[in-house]
Structures are given as C-alpha cells and as structure tokens.
C-alpha cells in the first residue's frame, strides 16, 4: 500500500509526503517525492494507492437524515447542510460514512465531512496526470466513536503545536493555552487518549499533567487507512468490483499480519497441519489394505492356476484362466460365438433382424446390422464387459450393407 499525504498548499512542482505499507498496518518506507517517482514507487510496490486528506481541510457536521433512497441522500444533504458550509454545495466535496443506510435505519445522526472540490482537484491533478491511480481518497483524522475520544499533540517542529481533539461530534482544533479548555467536556473523560508526536511529548506532559502515548505521523496515516470514511465518492467513485477486490484484500491483510488475528490464524494452521496428516494416514491405511488384497487375491490365483507365472493383472487373468478350464471341459466362454451373440441380442434393439454374420475367435461380424441400432448407453455397457464396436460396409449379393463388427478383448496377452 502506498499513501501519499496531499499538501495543503500547492507548489511547482509539488512534493508529497509518502509511506509505504506492505501489509496495512506498518510502515515500511517513508519520505518526500515527487510524483513521478512516486509513479516508479507504486509500480514496483503493487498494491493499494491511498490519498490522505489534510485534517485542516475537511470540516465536519452532525446531520439527522429522513429514511430515504439511497439517491435521494444528496438532495437531503443539500437542504440540511446549506446553512453550515461556507461555500456552496456545487463547490463542496462531501464525505460519508461507508455504513451511512444501517445510520439511517437505525435512526441515527450521521457524521458527514466536507472539503473544497477545487482544491481536491487541484492537489490529485498531478497524481492522477502521471499515471497512478488513486483507489480511495481517506481523512488524516476523523471522528470517533463518543466514549473514546482522543486528543492529538502534532505538527513539525518548524510550526507551532497543535491541539486537535477528535469526538463523536467531529474533529475541532483547540486553543493554546491550556486554560482555555474547560469549555470542552471531553477533555474531563476518564476515557480521553493522548497522543502526541515524538518531538512534543516532553511540552506535552508539562501542559496537562500527564504523559501522552506516543504516535508517529506514520502511525498516523496507517490509522487514517483503517477507518470508515472513504471519501473517493461523487466523480473520484470507484467501481463496485473495485471496491469489493479492495475489501477483499485489506481484509486479507489484517488476517495474515495483524496481531488480533494471531489466534485465528495458527487454529488455522493446527487444522490444516491436522487435515494433512490425516488425509496421509488415511490414504496409507487403504494403500495397505489394497496390497494385501492383491497379494491375497495373487496368491488365490496361483494356487488354483499354477501354470501362471507373474500375476499381472489379477481378475483378467483369472478370466483368461476360467475361459481356458472351460474350453477344456467342452463349455463356451467370453468371446465365444455363443456369449457374442447373446450379446449382440441383448444390446441390440429387439426388432433388428440378423441376416448372416461371420466369427472368428474373438471377432464377430454381423451383416446387414447397422451401428445405430444400439444407443450410445449400451455401447457404453459393452465396452465396460470388454466389447468393442466398429462398423464397416460389405458387398453382399452385389450391393453394399451395413457390417456390424463386435471385438472381444481380456486385455491379456496369452502366455
């Protein structure tokens, strides 16, 4: 995954701030690029492109929306938001949550958030002109869920530090000093998170009394990836299939690397490992009971036929052996002319009628018989017994007919 943090502020030509994530959750590369190189980058790293939103730039609302139609949502919102935005709509890129119908239904205030479409087109333009191309378009910070708000230390050390508070009301920047924030009820939570970046956790902890958690702005970034707002909508929407391949794999890639799936994923090892061993065992159980009924069924044929020598192919051989002590005893066997033609009569169709026919061991001819007169699923029977169908053509008393010609075969040669 590669993301690319938009500037604030246009430049000629435009650097952007980057982080590479192999899995979605760490950051393996990060720097400043411009965008053709980060085109070499993303083509040599395959994977998810993810455009950051500044949080400076989007502003949030708390908007109660009427069951309505899903296109019926930016009519709504369009009535609802006039008054706040302070541009107009037409020039307002707004920003949904991904589970805004389940919102809805459920009755519940929607979390909306809004940027300048001119700005947003002018900072993607160089992205989108040098080849990459951007599969979701997410928010530095957003809201979060009202009992766990969270309050954010950052900026570069070149600039003033900043105070950020992120709320089930939408993310605000708050005032420096201190004093200034009992108007803010969030920050008296038992539950409130601090975080701060590296170079402002010692100022921190003297402000408020307290020692902050520890977060990068590559932290940062990797958590704005994982959250709920997709804000590639409206004319930088994504297909459906795209946004379902996407799913697919950011979901693959917390399975395989994230930490809260550890458990899950060596079940799912123990019960591969488990089913291999188990499919080897069983396979050698019915590998050894096949061998020992061959070598009982070898052994049978040799005590009732001596004269056999290697026992090749057990049950044909004894065929062959039963067909040879039959001869011997004056008795017809398989392919016989008598069992070939009760073949014949039982596989052809009953109202065929036998002119003549030629024998000869093994092979028995049938004139004036043509092939069709037995279907496709006897044919079938009659290979599976060991009979083989052809038909051929003959003169008989000068005109040509249809021959039938049955082959019996043991698949053995004799000894």
């Known amino acids: 995954m590669l993301i690319i943090a ?99 239904q459920n009755d519940l205030d929607v979390m909306v958030g809004a940027c300048s479409k001119a700005w947003l087109s002018e900072a993607l333009m160089p992205i989108q002109s040098s ?56 920050l008296g939570d038992t539950q409130l998170r601090v975080l701060s970046e590296p170079q402002w956790v010692k100022s921190t902890a003297q402000m408020i009394g307290r020692e902050p958690l520890l977060h990068t702005v590559a932290q940062r970034m990797v958590q704005a990836t994982q959250t709920e707002w997709d804000a590639a909508t409206g004319e930088w929407a994504q297909s459906s299939s795209l946004r379902l391949a996407r799913r697919i794999q950011h979901a693959y890639a917390l399975f395989v690397h994230s930490p809260n799936w550890s458990w899950s994923r060596q079940a799912l090892i123990v019960c591969v490992a488990v089913n291999l061993l188990g499919l080897n065992a069983l396979a050698w159980i019915e590998r050894s009971a096949l061998q020992h009924r061959e070598a009982d069924l070898s052994q049978l044929i040799k005590e009732s036929f001596p004269s056999i020598g290697l026992v090749v192919d057990p049950s044909a051989q004894m065929q062959r052996e039963m067909k040879k002590l039959k001869h011997a005893h004056g008795q017809s066997a398989e392919g016989d002319l008598e069992f070939m033609l009760s073949a014949a009569a039982t596989h052809l169709a009953p109202n065929f009628k ?62």
């Open 131 to 186: 080849g990459l191309t951007v599969q979701r378009i997410v928010c530095e910070l957003t809201p979060v869920s009202a009992d766990a708000p969270t309050l954010y230390f950052l900026g570069p050390a070149s600039e003033p530090l900043s105070a950020v508070l992120c709320t089930g009301s939408g993310v605000q920047m708050l005032p420096l000093p201190d004093p200034q924030w009992s108007a803010f009820k969030e």
């Open 6 to 104: 938009l500037p604030r502020r246009a430049k000629a030509p435009p650097q952007y701030h980057y982080w590479l994530s192999e899995n979605g959750l760490s950051v393996s590369l990060s720097g400043h690029a411009e965008v053709l190189e980060l085109s070499r980058l993303a083509s040599k790293n395959p994977g998810e492109v993810v455009v950051v939103l500044p949080w400076q730039t989007v502003s949030w609302h708390k908007v109660k929306l009427p069951q309505k139609g899903a296109s019926q949502i930016q009519a709504v919102l369009a009535g609802l938001l006039e008054d706040q935005l302070l541009d107009e709509l037409s020039a307002t890129h707004l920003i949904l949550p991904q589970n805004i119908q389940s919102l809805i």
């Open 354 to 415: 036998l002119q003549s026919f030629d024998y000869s061991p093994g092979e028995l001819k049938l004139n004036a018989v043509s092939a069709d007169l037995i279907s496709p699923a006897e044919k079938t029977l009659m290979q599976k017994k060991g009979y083989r169908i052809r038909a051929e053509s003959a003169q008989i008393a000068g005109q040509s007919v249809p021959v039938l010609i049955l082959n019996y075969s043991d698949n053995l040669k004799s000894n």
